[in-house]
């Protein structure tokens, strides 16, 4: 079974620049989670989906972050401008449903110049 | 107070040892429990679920203490491969996963 896929694995940009992160869950799954992980600490939520709405985003800095899934299955997220303080990976997980257990892509690791 | 806190380490222990981690929750509603485990550089992975009579697997056993609100892992004859980050994560019902911070674990030959 293929797992949760993402790309692009690495990105450096400068601030104040736009960048935008690709996600492909595992097949069948309803539930997408995008995290920011920043290094010495635990994943920290950004946006959770179910199918194509919007469950939880309560986290997400939405002056600059933005995220969709428009179809129900792969999803974006976006960072536009750029801080300093976004470097970090990016991991993207998905389930079966909310709440069961999620598996993680290999994340994108970003870091701003 | 962060919701899920855990002792950051490192641990460093020769293989063969015996270590266990613990991790403490603030919300007294909080429902499930699980232990990820993430390697350097590599996303989290799933290790075990928390269930309230504990459970172990293999060398694993995770047990959870509701009154006091802590889950532990403990790690027996630990190996070189067992080297990684080990994620607290805790759920309320209709939540979502709050990770801890991690423990750091060094397994020494």
């Known amino acids: 079974e293929a797992g949760v896929a993402q790309s692009p694995r690495y990105k450096i940009i400068e601030k104040r620049q736009s960048v935008a992160f690709w996600c492909n869950p595992i097949?069948?799954?309803?539930?997408l989670y995008w995290y920011q992980q920043i290094l010495g600490q635990g994943p920290k939520l950004l946006i959770q989906?179910?199918?194509?709405?919007?469950?939880?985003d309560s986290q997400l800095p939405k002056d600059r972050f933005s995220a969709e899934r428009l179809k129900g299955v792969d999803s974006t997220l976006k960072i536009q401008p750029a801080k300093l303080e976004d470097s970090a990976v990016y991991l993207c997980?998905?389930?079966?449903?909310?709440?069961?257990?999620?598996?993680f892509g290999p994340g994108t690791r970003l870091t701003v110049l | 107070r962060k919701e899920v806190e855990q002792d950051p380490g490192p641990f460093n222990v020769p293989e063969g040892a015996t270590v266990a981690f613990n991790c403490t929750y603030s919300?007294?509603?909080?429902?499930?429990f699980f232990w990820y485990r993430q390697d350097c550089r590599k996303e989290p992975k799933l290790l075990m679920s928390?269930?309230?009579s504990g459970n172990e697997d293999g060398r694993f056993t995770a047990q959870l203490n509701r009154a006091s609100q802590y889950i532990s892992l403990l790690i027996r004859d630990s190996k070189l491969s067992d080297s990684a980050t080990y994620l607290c994560?805790?759920?309320?019902?209709?939540?979502?996963?709050?990770f801890g911070p991690g423990t750091r674990l060094s397994v020494l030959p």
């Open positions: 928390v269930y309230s």
């Open positions: 989906f179910q199918n194509n709405g919007v469950v939880d």
């Open positions: 097949s069948g799954h309803a539930t």
């Open positions: 997980a998905s389930s079966l449903i909310s709440g069961d257990t999620q598996y």
């Open positions: 919300n007294s509603a909080s429902q499930s």
């Open positions: 994560v805790v759920i309320r019902y209709g939540q979502n996963f709050v």
